[in-house]
């Protein structure tokens, strides 16, 4: 397998804002590094300071202290002409272009080496394509951007920064306001490009969910404990995903390696079966706060894909399972 190889090196990071009237600090002493070929995703709650990150990464907004090195080289020594050779960026923000086709606005991710009025070469018109082709958008291309859906138009954008030819692509909330098939495709594409085209992908995102199953590494972010970087499943082993994102409501699920809804229990079942069915009825009773782990209540639930049944009585769905201990335990409540 080939050794991925480090892009971009944080030293003594402190990001903020300066100003006249003193600088405000939101996260300090960060210390790390992205490599090629692999898809990075940071996390934290709102107001942690994800944006004032990225923003310093692209260099939007000055560092407050430290340094961002980019294949070896200090972030304040780029031009823009030479960042926008090495860093892709795709924001959040929609797009207000109109009267412009998909390959039009693609293609515009050619400027750093055209001019914005340059004429495109057979080499610049080569690497549209491709994009095109790698984001397997071909059906859009003559469509006018302002059609696009919120999917289509972040599969757009995601083209015309691998038609830049950057090693690094940076991303802003890139599954914000997509429906969840639409988010799972998009950060799919994500980790496929890093792998297939050797790319530095880094992205803020607000799905834990998705990304604990396809980042290769997570940047947790909060103003409490500053940033934490490891595999997801390092994280969870280390009770880093616990401490960072600690709820009453929330609790992080160590043998899946995924958060779910803690939920208050009022009832006890005993609970049998196998296969599916045994796992979607204890799915069903955790979600109505009825626990399974109770070896002596006296509701007793079988659950196969031959058999139902509450106390030896048959049932023909969850829901009238459900119904059926319902009763049983408001009866012994009363009782």
Same mark, same amino acid.
């Given at each position: 397998?080939?050794?991925?190889?480090?892009?971009?090196?944080?030293?003594?990071?402190?990001?903020?804002?300066?100003?006249?009237?003193?600088?405000?600090?939101?996260?300090?002493?960060?210390?790390?590094?992205?490599?090629?070929?692999?898809?990075?995703?940071? *996390?934290? !709650?709102?107001?942690?300071?994800?944006?004032?990150?990225?923003?310093?990464?692209? $260099? %939007?907004?000055?560092?407050?202290?430290?340094?961002?090195? #980019?294949?070896?080289?200090?972030?304040?020594?780029?031009?823009?002409?030479?960042?926008?050779?090495?860093?892709?960026?795709?924001?959040?923000?929609?797009?207000?272009?109109?009267?412009?086709?998909?390959?039009?606005?693609?293609?515009?991710?050619?400027?750093?080496?055209?001019? %914005?009025?340059?004429?495109?070469?057979?080499?610049?018109?080569? $690497?549209?394509?491709?994009? #095109?082709?790698?984001? =397997?958008?071909?059906?859009?291309?003559?469509?006018?951007?302002?059609?696009?859906?919120?999917?289509?138009?972040?599969?757009?954008?995601?083209?015309?920064? *691998?038609?830049?030819?950057?090693?690094?692509?940076?991303?802003?909330? !890139?599954?914000? %306001?997509?429906?969840?098939?639409?988010?799972?495709? #998009?950060?799919? *594409?994500?980790?496929?490009?890093? #792998?297939?085209?050797?790319?530095?992908? %880094?992205?803020?995102? /607000?799905?834990?969910?998705?990304?604990?199953?396809?980042?290769?590494?997570?940047?947790?972010?909060?103003?409490? /404990?500053?940033?934490?970087?490891?595999?997801? @499943?390092?994280?969870?082993?280390?009770?880093?995903?616990?401490?960072?994102? /600690?709820?009453?409501?929330?609790?992080?699920?160590?043998? =899946?390696?995924?958060?779910?809804?803690?939920?208050?229990?009022?009832?006890?079942?005993?609970?049998?079966?196998?296969?599916? /069915?045994?796992?979607?009825?204890?799915?069903?009773?955790?979600?109505?706060?009825?626990?399974? $782990?109770?070896?002596?209540?006296?509701?007793?639930?079988?659950?196969? !894909?031959?058999?139902?049944?509450?106390?030896?009585?048959?049932?023909?769905?969850?829901?009238?399972?459900?119904? @059926?201990?319902?009763?049983?335990?408001?009866?012994?409540?009363?009782?």
């Amino acid at each position: 397998m080939k050794k991925n190889n480090e892009t971009i090196k944080i030293s003594g990071l402190e990001t903020g804002y300066i100003s006249k009237k003193g600088n405000t600090v939101i996260t300090r002493d960060i210390d790390a590094s992205l490599e090629s070929g692999e898809l990075t995703c940071l *996390l934290g !709650p709102n107001g942690a300071g994800k944006s004032t990150l990225l923003k310093t990464l692209t $260099a %939007f907004i000055p560092p407050i202290q430290g340094d961002i090195f #980019i294949e070896g080289k200090s972030l304040k020594d780029y031009s823009a002409p030479e960042l926008a050779k090495v860093i892709g960026v795709v924001l959040t923000e929609k797009l207000s272009i109109s009267n412009m086709t998909v390959e039009e606005l693609i293609s515009m991710g050619r400027s750093p080496y055209t001019g %914005f009025w340059g004429k495109m070469s057979e080499y610049d018109k080569m $690497a549209v394509e491709e994009s #095109i082709n790698l984001v =397997n958008i071909n059906n859009l291309r003559g469509r006018m951007v302002q059609t696009l859906s919120d999917g289509e138009r972040q599969k757009v954008m995601i083209a015309k920064a *691998l038609a830049q030819e950057t090693p690094v692509i940076f991303l802003d909330e !890139p599954t914000a %306001f997509l429906d969840y098939p639409s988010k799972v495709e #998009i950060l799919q *594409l994500l980790k496929r490009l890093a #792998i297939e085209k050797d790319k530095t992908v %880094f992205l803020s995102t /607000h799905d834990m969910e998705l990304a604990l199953q396809i980042a290769d590494k997570v940047w947790l972010i909060d103003k409490p /404990h500053g940033v934490t970087i490891g595999t997801p @499943e390092d994280l969870a082993l280390n009770g880093e995903m616990n401490r960072y994102f /600690h709820s009453d409501g929330v609790v992080f699920d160590i043998d =899946n390696g995924l958060f779910k809804i803690s939920q208050e229990m009022h009832g006890s079942v005993s609970l049998t079966g196998e296969g599916q /069915h045994l796992n979607m009825v204890r799915k069903a009773l955790t979600r109505r706060g009825i626990s399974t $782990a109770e070896k002596d209540s006296s509701v007793f639930v079988e659950a196969t !894909p031959r058999c139902l049944s509450v106390n030896g009585r048959d049932v023909k769905s969850i829901a009238e399972l459900l119904d @059926e201990i319902d009763s049983i335990i408001d009866n012994d409540n009363n009782s």
